[in-house]
């Protein structure tokens, strides 16, 4: 098999284990949130159908991953989404899937499937108890927990928001959720628009209040719940000297916090409903390596594999802090 003239094997996948995978089977949505990383809103006329988002899934068999974040779009508005769960069951991995919703999508006919996955992660975004969907999305968390699946919430943390952070916890603790992630904004898809990036972006004085903040809720809540918040460790995708991780080792924060380098290209990469192949789903400028409906996944990896071991990896890396140190992860 070839590409670029150079003949290429499966070889070098062999033993190959990834940490993360994004599948988004659609970039339908029914919300329209301002700083979505990926945009979503309408159909993406040239997503794949249902025969090729299978067929994908198909191709997923054989690579070794820890986790996978089947997203969107919204998954449970894609009319895929109980078939590639039952395929994936038929696999042996639902157990390694995290679902990411917005939760306000009735979960009918999942009851069988959803207590297999790893977790179905809520984005907690707009959901504000006055003026926001929570009381809309209350009863979906409470059918998921109640039907044994592990929940989890997750919230976009901007410089206006920080204060709602209490909030977020308080609700996790009353509805019995063993986790919550906050991640920091970032400047993608709908909140690379320079309205958005102005009202929401956070600078060197709103790092410092977050870091406060989060270490504040550990500090109070950590014993009862997993509290988790990544962020970029710089402020640009030069290397800056992570001068956000190293802003959080200097705060009393740094107790809880890890610096995760780039793994794109060698440990994840990011399937979109288009069937594009891309080694990052938070790159402005993402590498597409190959398209799933024209060229064999592995043949797509193993092109990912022989561009990182040429050095052309990103300076971007992640701060990561969790009250668990077990659960130094991106999930």
Do not use: W
Not at 81 to 94: D, P, S, Y
Not at 97 to 119: A, R, S
Not at 163 to 192: C, Q, S
């Amino acid at each position: 098999m070839c590409y670029n003239g150079n003949i290429v094997t499966y070889n070098m996948l062999e033993g190959k284990s990834y940490d993360l995978v994004h599948l988004l089977p659609t970039n339908q949505c029914n919300l329209g949130c301002n700083f979505c990383l990926a945009s979503s809103g309408k159909v993406d006329p040239e997503e794949m159908n249902k025969k090729q988002v299978l067929n994908v899934v198909e191709q997923l068999g054989p690579i070794d991953y820890k986790y996978m974040h089947l997203e969107g779009g919204e998954p449970f508005v894609s009319g895929n989404l109980f078939e590639i769960l039952t395929a994936f069951r038929r696999l042996g991995k639902l157990g390694n899937i995290t679902i990411i919703t917005n939760g306000t999508v009735p979960i009918d006919g999942y009851e069988k499937l959803l207590p297999e996955v790893d977790g179905v992660m809520f984005s907690f975004d707009n959901h504000r108890p006055q003026g926001g969907r929570y009381l809309d999305i209350l009863p979906n968390i409470i059918a998921f927990r109640d039907h044994g699946v592990p929940v989890k919430l997750r919230t976009t943390v901007t410089r206006s928001n920080i204060d709602f952070m209490e909030e977020v916890v308080r609700i996790a603790l009353a509805n019995r959720i063993p986790t919550v992630r906050f991640g920091a904004y970032k400047v993608l898809g709908r909140g690379a628009r320079k309205k958005v990036r102005d009202e929401y972006a956070l600078g060197e004085e709103d790092y410092l209040r977050l870091f406060d903040e989060t270490h504040r809720l550990i500090q109070r809540h950590g014993n009862d719940l997993t509290i988790k918040l990544s962020t970029p460790a710089s402020f640009t995708l030069e290397n800056d000297g992570n001068r956000i991780y190293q802003m959080a080792k200097r705060h009393q924060i740094g107790q809880y916090s890890k610096l995760e380098p780039c793994f794109a290209y060698h440990r994840q990469f990011n399937i979109s409903p288009n069937g594009d192949v891309t080694q990052c789903n938070e790159s402005r400028t993402p590498l597409v390596l190959g398209n799933v409906i024209t060229d064999p996944l592995q043949t797509i990896l193993t092109r990912g594999e022989n561009i990182f071991r040429q050095g052309h990896g990103c300076t971007h890396g992640h701060l990561l802090i969790s009250s668990n140190p077990a659960t130094f992860n991106m999930q």
